[in-house]
């Protein structure tokens, strides 16, 4: 079964400060991994995605395949970080979506 | 910029009466979901449309849930009866069929309180 686990619901940082928020996930083929993030009082909007090795607003996500894991970072938090984010996964095609529990970034000025 | 449009934005009604969603995917796009998202949690599948079709409705509580589209562009949620347990934010997203889970587009949402 697909599962995807954030072991974190909340992550304070200072602003300037690196960020890591933390996905593992459970599923025995190839997986596809993506990240959301949803500000607040706004629709859930895809950040980034594994495939596409992409920097977006500063944040990166490597696939570490021998780990299951799938970490977001970025080296430097921005008050407007603050935000909730949620690890998904989806196995091939048009496959749904399976998505984690969501962290919640608080950004601290 | 295109948007998934859902109606209506909350949702407040009582223990065992019938209450029903409204979405309006992207013009297009073929793949229709609906989620559901209890509060502290992620979305979690309700049902997957291709066109008219349902996909997967394996997590559907059928018993008390229901899914429709018809003509393969909007598409309504029904609950009936309504349970205290049902309190949740309910997503809907579309997809066309060339960009899968890359390119999901979600609408707001439409919050449900049951009491």
């Known amino acids: 079964a697909q599962r995807v686990t954030q072991p974190e619901k909340l992550l304070s940082v200072f602003k300037g400060a690196p960020v890591e928020l933390k996905c593992n996930y459970s599923?025995?083929?190839?997986?596809?991994l993506f990240w959301y993030v949803q500000y607040s009082r706004q629709r859930l909007q895809l950040l980034l995605r594994h495939i596409s090795r992409e920097s977006i607003k500063g944040f990166t996500a490597d696939l570490n395949k021998g780990e299951t894991s799938f970490h977001l970072k970025k080296p430097f938090a921005q008050e407007e970080d603050s935000a909730m984010y949620y690890c998904a996964l989806s196995s091939f095609g048009n496959t749904p979506l399976v998505f984690g529990k969501g962290t919640r970034l608080s950004v601290i000025a | 910029e295109a948007e998934v449009a859902q109606s209506p934005r909350y949702k407040i009604t009582e223990k065992s009466q019938a209450v029903a969603f409204w979405c309006d995917p992207i013009?297009?796009?073929?793949?229709l979901y609906w989620y559901r998202q209890i509060l502290g949690q992620g979305p979690e599948l309700l049902v997957q449309f291709q066109d008219e079709s349902v996909v997967d409705d394996s997590q559907l509580p059928k018993d008390r849930f229901s899914a429709e589209r018809l003509k393969g562009v909007d598409s309504t949620l029904k609950i009936q009866p309504a349970e205290l347990g049902d309190s949740a934010m309910y997503l809907c997203?579309?997809?066309?069929?060339?960009?899968?889970?890359?390119?999901?587009?979600f609408g707001s949402g439409t919050r449900l309180t049951v009491v």
């Open positions: 997203a579309s997809s066309s069929n060339q960009q899968g889970p890359y390119g999901y587009t």
């Open positions: 599923y025995s083929g190839s997986p596809e």
């Open positions: 013009s297009g796009h073929a793949t």
